[in-house]
């Protein structure tokens, strides 16, 4: 840039000197001329050397405010990466704890009606598993529809059949009726698993035995098993079944 404003100099001075000489008569104008045209180019090479010049400012001008905002901006990134790192271990921890629970049992017993197995998912709204305090008697509960209910009482015997001990093998068992709800129950209030399509009531029959005699030893029986069940309604005499026509005869007459 020095040089060139040297160079645009000397151009003006020689300008001058050669404008003197013309009108004195002693070089002809179009040395005049040629000088002009020097002057000129050296003054375009001038401004775009400046121009040039100012551009470069400028870029250094912002290179110099990248330079000065790369440890802010770095910084910044390092704060976000660290957040989400934070954010991912308080996650990691979040979902090993819901993977491991230890749930303190509020009572002493045993466990009945395990409902989960490994790897199920879980429902928030279903129990998992049912706890019966020690000596806790179970009670079978049967559901008999309304039209099969009219001679049913408490005290009658009851043969029980569990579907997890198939009566082939292990028998029947017995109990008797302990009691008779007053109040029906529909098919959707139903707390089993059974399709039934009529209106039934809830029978609860006490157990003979809490366990069932298999493989040598004694087998407790769990809450929630399946069963199925005939209620005893009389007893009667040989003689009775054969006279019961004639009896029947008389109540007609």
Same mark, same amino acid.
């Given at each position: 840039?020095?040089?060139?404003?040297?160079?645009?100099?000397?151009?003006?001075?020689?300008?001058?000197?050669? =404008?003197?000489?013309?009108? /004195?008569?002693?070089?002809?104008?179009?040395?005049?001329?040629?000088?002009?045209?020097?002057?000129?180019?050296?003054?375009?090479?001038?401004?775009?050397?400046?121009?040039?010049?100012?551009?470069?400012?400028?870029?250094?001008?912002?290179? !110099?405010? /990248?330079? !000065?905002?790369?440890?802010?901006?770095?910084?910044?990134?390092?704060?976000?990466?660290?957040?989400?790192?934070?954010? %991912?271990?308080?996650?990691?921890?979040?979902?090993?704890?819901?993977?491991?629970?230890?749930? @303190?049992? &509020?009572?002493?017993?045993?466990?009945?009606?395990?409902?989960?197995?490994?790897?199920?998912?879980?429902?928030?709204?279903? &129990?998992?598993?049912? %706890?019966?305090?020690?000596?806790?008697?179970?009670?079978?509960?049967? #559901?008999?529809?309304?039209?099969?209910?009219?001679?049913?009482?408490?005290?009658?015997?009851?043969?029980?059949?569990?579907?997890?001990?198939?009566? /082939?093998?292990?028998?029947?068992?017995?109990?008797?009726? #302990?009691?008779?709800?007053?109040? %029906?129950?529909?098919?959707? =209030?139903? &707390?089993?698993?059974?399709?039934?399509?009529?209106?039934?009531?809830?029978?609860?029959?006490?157990?003979?035995?809490?366990?069932?005699?298999? #493989?040598? @030893?004694?087998?407790?029986?769990?809450?929630?098993?399946?069963?199925?069940?005939?209620?005893?309604?009389? @007893?009667?005499?040989?003689?009775?079944?054969?006279? =019961?026509?004639?009896?029947?005869?008389?109540?007609?007459?």
């Amino acid at each position: 840039m020095t040089l060139q404003s040297e160079q645009l100099a000397l151009a003006v001075e020689k300008v001058r000197n050669f =404008e003197s000489l013309v009108e /004195q008569g002693h070089i002809p104008k179009t040395q005049l001329r040629d000088s002009q045209q020097l002057k000129l180019d050296s003054q375009v090479r001038v401004q775009n050397s400046k121009r040039q010049q100012i551009q470069l400012q400028n870029q250094l001008g912002k290179l !110099t405010q /990248q330079k !000065t905002q790369l440890p802010l901006e770095w910084q910044s990134r390092k704060s976000d990466l660290v957040s989400n790192l934070s954010d %991912i271990e308080q996650r990691i921890i979040e979902i090993s704890g819901r993977r491991e629970y230890a749930i @303190k049992a &509020p009572i002493s017993g045993r466990l009945a009606a395990l409902q989960i197995s490994e790897g199920q998912t879980l429902n928030t709204q279903s &129990p998992l598993v049912a %706890i019966l305090p020690e000596g806790t008697e179970l009670l079978a509960e049967l #559901f008999l529809p309304t039209r099969a209910a009219g001679f049913i009482a408490v005290d009658q015997n009851v043969l029980l059949r569990y579907g997890a001990f198939p009566y /082939q093998h292990y028998g029947l068992h017995k109990g008797k009726v #302990f009691s008779v709800a007053q109040v %029906i129950l529909t098919p959707s =209030e139903l &707390p089993i698993p059974v399709a039934l399509n009529e209106p039934v009531y809830r029978v609860k029959v006490r157990l003979e035995n809490q366990n069932v005699a298999a #493989f040598g @030893k004694k087998v407790p029986l769990q809450a929630g098993m399946l069963l199925d069940a005939d209620i005893v309604l009389e @007893k009667r005499t040989l003689g009775q079944w054969l006279f =019961e026509p004639v009896y029947g005869l008389r109540g007609k007459l």
